[in-house]
């Protein structure tokens, strides 16, 4: 989970910021997988993965209002850095700002939002206001559209900020 959770925790990157497949862990062999190509065209606006050993369960169901469970995963983090990682598969240690909560098709799917450790830009924010707005922004705007398709309405909703 990390050095000092829940202030500082590992996160396993799954993704990068213009990558347009959408990989995960398969829970069986934990090995990355591609899970689908990205439907749109946007770009995750951050490094993105998972907390090692976290689950989003009843713990998390029960924090999100109009959530019928916790969507049965580890918890989503995004990375905010100064200096782009183009891997996968590696463990960075980052400091959690804050978060987003996330309804998906029902189900709780919060993104904890950190800035890498030692990071010389970042570095110094402790919440989410010290990053730019344009930044949650569209980390916001992500997260309720990318799976949106042109012919299919949104089932995905803001929760509580």
Known sequence: MGSDPPGLVHEYLETGPFDLVKYEVDKETGYLKVDRPHRSSSHH???????????????????????????????????????????????????VVGGLPMLDGGEADDKIITVLENDPIWSQAEALDDLPTALIDRLRHYFETYKVLPDRPADISNGRA
């Open 45 to 95: 606006p951050t490094l993105y993965g998972f907390v090692p050993r976290t689950y989003c369960g009843e713990r998390v169901h029960e924090l999100m209002e109009g959530a019928q469970r916790g969507d049965g995963d580890p918890l989503d983090i995004c990375v905010v850095s100064e200096r782009p990682i183009e891997r996968a598969e590696v463990l960075v240690n980052a400091r």
